[in-house]
């Protein structure tokens, strides 16, 4: 399982979100503390975020097949890169599946960042042109990105009921929403009084960090947080 974080509200330096903190991205590359399947995320990175001086306002994105405790150049890049809407995330590849830039989350369709953490059958999924890697979860953003944001919740359910071994958390974000479902793994959410942070696991042992139980979709446009419980086998 890879582990993700997302982070809506005020700008803050993607180094506060994903090295600086105690327990945050850059440890769990190596000892993350709630982490079900997989021992360590070292197969690869990505980070992408929304900026309001980029000219058409999409997405901005750096990803990496490498451990992200090896890149001093995103070390030192990452404090001058300040984003009110970021998504980040560190790879631990499943077996069997290419070890790339492009497998690295988070995904695009040129308004949504996307990040999976979890396994899915490729062979229910469709193929898709669109799919940026053969990784199960570049075939799953394109479907997800194909049937609309709006129904990620269906998709999710209708992606169990046809592979249910699949663990499908997903995280994404447009700038000015971020979603996630519970499916399979762990998802905690911060409110910090100037945004929120949804993550994979705790950055910190903030008293603040609350657990979403599993099979959940979680909304939030940075202040109030919604969410409702997913459609799916018991
Ligand atoms: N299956 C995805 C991959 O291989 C995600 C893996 C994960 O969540 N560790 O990249």
């Known amino acids: 399982m890879c582990r993700h974080l997302g982070w809506l509200g005020a700008p803050r330096s993607v180094a506060s979100l994903m090295l600086d ?8 590359s190596y000892a993350p503390r709630r982490q079900k399947h997989g021992l360590m995320n070292a197969d690869g990175w990505g980070v992408g975020f929304f900026s309001p001086d980029t000219p058409d306002g999409g997405p901005r994105r750096w990803r990496s097949a490498a451990p992200l ?14 984003s009110g809407c970021v998504v980040g995330a560190v790879r631990s590849a499943s077996i ?10 988070p995904f695009t369709d040129g ?9 899915v059958d490729r062979a229910v999924l469709p193929l898709s042109a669109h799919a940026e890697s053969t990784v199960d979860s570049a075939l799953l953003a394109a479907l997800i990105f194909d049937r609309g944001m709006d129904r990620l ?13 699949a663990r499908l958390n997903i995280l994404a974000a447009n700038g000015s929403e971020l979603v996630a479902t519970t499916w399979g793994d762990t998802l905690s959410v911060l409110r910090t009084g100037d945004g929120v942070v949804l ?11 609350e657990e979403i139980p599993d099979r959940h979709l979680v909304h939030t446009d940075g202040d ?7 459609k799916g086998p018991a």
Do not use: C, K
Not at 96 to 105: F, L, R
Not at 111 to 119: E, K, P
């Open 69 to 82: 405790w090896g890149d001093a150049s995103f070390a030192s890049v990452a404090p001058a890169l300040r």
């Open 111 to 119: 308004a949504w960042l996307l990040s999976h953490n979890g396994l």
């Open 153 to 165: 919740g269906d998709t999710v359910s209708e992606v169990a009921a046809r592979d249910p071994q």
């Open 96 to 105: 069997g599946m290419p070890i790339e830039p492009t497998a690295s989350a």
């Open 21 to 28: 903190p105690p327990y945050g991205l850059l440890v769990q």
């Open 199 to 209: 993550a994979s696991e705790p950055y910190d042992d903030d008293q603040g960090w």
């Open 224 to 230: 109030a947080v919604h969410m409702t419980a997913l």
